[in-house]
C-alpha cells in the first residue's frame, strides 16, 4: 500500500528547516515529503523538534531558514488563519480547546472560516446566516457521530476527561474540513481501549475521508500500525526516514532512542 | 443526517428556547408597557437611566466578556457618542434619527482605532491603554473650544421628523426598544460565528488562529462593536440629559461599566442587562434609604456622591472572589436546579 501511496501528488514538501530559539537549536536543515493520502509519521525522543515542525506548518513559528510548500504553494511567512483556510487542520498535544464553551461551539468555531456571513447579516441571524448556520450544524454533527461524541454535544469541554478532550481536539480539527491533518501526539497520557479507539480514528479520517495525516507520536506501536512512512528526528536533525518496519530496525533509531526504551513500545 | 433533523437544529438554534422563558419575557414586556402608567416621573427616570446602561453594558461585555479584552475606557466611547450628537444636531442642525447612527458609528471608528494597539497589548497593558484613551478623550473635552469644558453643552431634544420625544413616557418607550434591540442583536452576534471566534479568541489565542480565524480582524470588531454600543448609549444619554459635561464621561463611568458586567456575569447577556439594572439602581436605592433616615442621620445624606465609586469597586471585588460568574451564574444554578427534576436531564 506504501508503495501505491507514492505514486501519488506530493502534497507537504519541508525542505531545510530550520527554526532556533536563542540558542537553542530546534529543528535543523529537515527535509521530508508528505504524499496525498498518506499517514505520514515524525517520532523522536522528548525535545527531538517534533510539535516545532508542526508549529513551523501552522504557521504559529516562522523558520529562519527553509521552505514548506503545500500543494504547490510556499506557506512559510504566512498567517496561521490563512493556512488553516488552506485546508491545513491541527489537533495539538497539550489540549487547546476553548474551555469556555462546549463540545458542539469547539466544533462549530472551528468550521467558522467556511461560512461567508459578515457582521450585519450576524446580528439580524437571518436568511444566509441561518441557512449556513444549519449547513455548519450538519456537517459538525458528522463530525460528532464520525468521532462518537453524541453524548457530550452540549457538555462544557473543561468538563470532559483527558481522553475525550483529546478526540475532541481532533474532532475540531475534523470540523475545518481539512485536506492534511496534523496530529500531535493523540494517545499521549491514554488508556489501552482509548488508544485502540483513536487509532480507529485516525484510520478511518485517512481512508475513508481520503485526508492526509501527519501523525507526532511516542507510542511505538501505534506508529508502526499505522504509519506509511515514518522520520525520526533527534535534536532536530534528521535521522531516518523510511517505512515503519525498516525504521524499526535502523541502528542510529535505536541508538537515538537507547535509554528512552519507546522504541520497544506496544506492538 | 437527513433533512428532517434541520427542523430541530433550528429549535436548537431558536434565541429562545424554552417556554418558560418566553412567558416570563412576556410578563416583563408587559409590565415595562405598563410601567409609566403605573411609575411616577422620577421612577421611571432611573428605568430610562438604566435602559440605556443595558445598552452600554452589553457593548463592554462583547468586548471583555465575551473577548477577553479589558477596557477601562468605554465611558470615552459614551463621551464621545453623546457629544458627536450633541453637536451634530445643535450646530449642523442635523436631525437625530441621523445622528444617532452617527454617534454610534463615530465611537465605532474610533473603536477601531483604539482596537489596533489590542494586537500587541494585553491584559493589563490593553486596561491601560484604554485608560489613557479614556484621559485623552475627557482632556479633549475640557479643552476644546466646541465643547465648551466644564461650563457643559446643551443638546436638543430628540425628535423623529415632527415628533418631538418630550415627555418622560416617550422617551421611555423609546429607550425601551432600542435596549431591547440592541439585546437581540448581541444575543444573535454571540450565537453566531462572530461569538464564537471572540471566545475562542478570549479561550485559547492561538488555537483559535489555527482554526483559521484571523485575530486582527476579530478583535478590532470587537473594539468597534463595543464602542458603536457605547456611542449610542451615549446619544441616548445626552438627549435625555440634553445638558452633558465632560465630568459624566470619566473614569468612575467605565468603572460603573465595569461593575455592570462583573456583577452580572462576564461574557453573558442576560448578565448585561441585569448588571446593568443593579449597578444603575444601587445608587438610587442609597439615596432612597438615606432620605429615610436622614431625620434620623442627617450626615447620612451626600454620602452616595463620595461612595458611589468605593460601593461600585467593593462589588467588583465581592463578586471576583465569591461569584465569578456573577448574577448569571446563580441565575444558571437555579436553572439547574429546576431542570434536573423531574424529566429534564
Ligand atoms: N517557544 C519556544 N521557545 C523556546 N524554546 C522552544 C520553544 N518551543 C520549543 N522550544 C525548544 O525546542 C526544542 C524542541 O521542542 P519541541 O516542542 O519541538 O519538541 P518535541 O519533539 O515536540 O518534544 P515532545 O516529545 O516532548 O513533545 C526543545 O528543546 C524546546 O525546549
Ligand atoms: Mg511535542
Known amino acids: ?267 | 443526517m437527513g433533512g428532517n433533523f434541520k427542523v430541530s437544529y433550528r429549535e436548537d438554534m431558536a434565541l429562545f428556547q424554552t417556554l418558560w422563558v418566553k412567558v416570563w419575557l412576556s410578563i416583563l414586556i408587559l409590565l415595562l408597557l405598563l410601567a409609566p402608567y403605573l411609575l411616577s416621573r422620577y421612577q421611571l427616570s432611573i428605568l430610562i437611566e438604566m435602559g440605556i446602561a443595558v445598552i452600554g453594558a452589553l457593548g463592554l461585555n462583547l468586548l471583555t466578556g465575551y473577548t477577553g479584552q479589558i477596557s477601562l475606557g468605554h465611558g470615552a466611547f459614551l463621551a464621545i457618542g453623546a457629544y458627536t450628537s450633541g453637536l451634530l444636531t445643535g450646530k449642523l442642525g442635523l436631525p437625530f434619527f441621523l445622528s444617532l447612527p452617527l454617534s454610534g458609528l463615530m465611537a465605532a471608528g474610533l473603536g477601531l482605532i483604539v482596537g489596533i494597539p489590542s494586537l500587541r497589548l494585553k491584559g493589563l497593558y490593553l486596561a491601560l491603554g484604554t485608560l489613557a484613551f479614556g484621559f485623552i478623550v475627557e482632556y479633549i473635552l475640557f479643552h476644546w473650544d466646541l465643547t465648551q469644558g466644564d461650563m457643559g453643552m446643551a443638546v436638543k431634544r430628540a425628535r423623529l421628523g415632527d415628533f418631538v420625544i418630550k415627555t418622560e413616557k416617550a422617551y421611555f418607550y423609546f429607550v425601551m426598544i432600542f435596549a431591547a434591540g440592541a439585546a437581540i442583536c448581541a444575543k444573535n452576534l454571540v450565537r453566531s460565528k462572530i461569538g464564537r471566534c471572540f471566545v475562542a479568541i478570549r479561550d485559547r489565542d492561538i488555537a483559535a488562529e489555527a482554526m483559521g480565524i484571523p485575530l486582527a480582524k476579530y478583535k478590532i470588531m470587537a473594539f468597534g462593536i463595543s464602542a458603536f454600543y457605547g456611542g449610542i448609549a451615549g446619544c441616548l444619554m445626552a438627549h435625555y440629559q440634553r445638558w452633558i459635561v465632560p465630568g459624566s464621561f470619566d473614569i468612575s463611568l467605565s468603572i460603573a461599566y465595569i461593575a455592570m458586567i462583573i456583577l452580572g456575569g462576564l461574557g453573558t447577556i442576560l448578565g448585561s442587562v441585569l448588571g446593568a439594572i443593579l449597578i444603575t439602581g444601587i445608587p438610587h436605592w442609597i439615596t432612597y434609604l438615606t432620605d429615610v433616615f436622614k431625620e434620623s442621620y442627617p450626615a447620612l445624606s451626600g454620602l452616595i456622591v463620595d461612595f458611589k465609586l468605593g460601593i461600585f469597586g467593593l462589588i467588583i471585588v465581592l463578586t471576583l472572589l465569591f461569584e465569578p460568574q456573577g448574577l448569571f451564574g446563580i441565575y444558571r444554578r437555579v436553572r439547574l436546579y429546576w431542570k434536573t427534576w423531574p424529566y429534564k436531564y
Open chain 1, 1 to 267: 500500500m506504501a508503495e501505491l501511496k507514492k505514486e501519488r501528488p506530493i502534497q507537504l514538501e519541508i525542505s531545510d528547516l530550520s527554526m532556533g530559539f536563542g540558542g537553542i537549536q530546534a529543528t535543523r536543515d529537515v527535509s521530508f515529503s508528505v504524499h496525498e493520502g498518506e499517514i505520514y509519521s515524525i517520532i523522536g525522543p522528548n525535545g527531538a523538534g517534533k510539535t516545532t515542525v508542526f508549529n513551523c506548518i501552522s504557521g504559529i513559528y516562522r523558520p529562519q531558514e527553509g521552505s514548506i510548500r503545500f500543494q504547490g504553494r510556499e506557506i512559510v511567512g504566512m498567517k496561521p488563519h490563512k493556512i488553516a483556510h488552506l485546508g491545513i487542520a491541527r489537533a495539538f498535544q497539550n489540549i487547546e480547546l476553548f474551555r469556555g464553551m462546549t463540545v458542539l461551539d469547539n466544533l462549530m468555531s472551528a468550521r467558522g472560516f467556511l461560512l461567508p456571513y459578515g457582521l450585519f447579516r450576524s446580528a439580524l441571524y437571518l436568511g444566509k446566516c441561518v441557512r449556513e448556520e444549519i449547513n455548519a450544524r450538519d456537517a459538525v454533527e458528522e463530525v460528532i457521530e464520525f468521532l462518537d461524541l453524541q453524548l457530550f454535544r452540549k457538555t462544557p469541554v473543561g468538563g470532559l476527561s483527558y481522553g475525550l478532550q483529546k478526540r475532541v481536539e481532533l474532532a475540531r480539527a475534523m470540523a475545518m474540513n481539512p485536506r492534511l491533518l496534523l496530529v500531535d501526539e493523540p494517545v499521549s497520557g491514554m488508556n489501552l481501549e482509548e488508544t485502540e479507539d483513536m487509532a480507529r480514528y485516525l484510520l478511518d479520517i485517512n481512508e475513508e475521508m481520503n485526508i492526509t495525516v501527519v501523525l507526532v507520536e511516542h507510542d511505538m506501536g501505534l506508529v508502526m500500525d499505522l504509519s506509511d512512512r515514518v522520520t525520526v528526528l533527534n535534536f532536530g536533525i534528521k535521522i531516518a526516514e523510511g517505512p515503519p518496519r525498516e525504521i524499526g530496525q535502523n541502528p542510529e533509531v535505536i541508538r537515538a532512542y537507547l535509554g528512552e526504551e519507546r522504541i520497544q513500545g506496544r506492538s
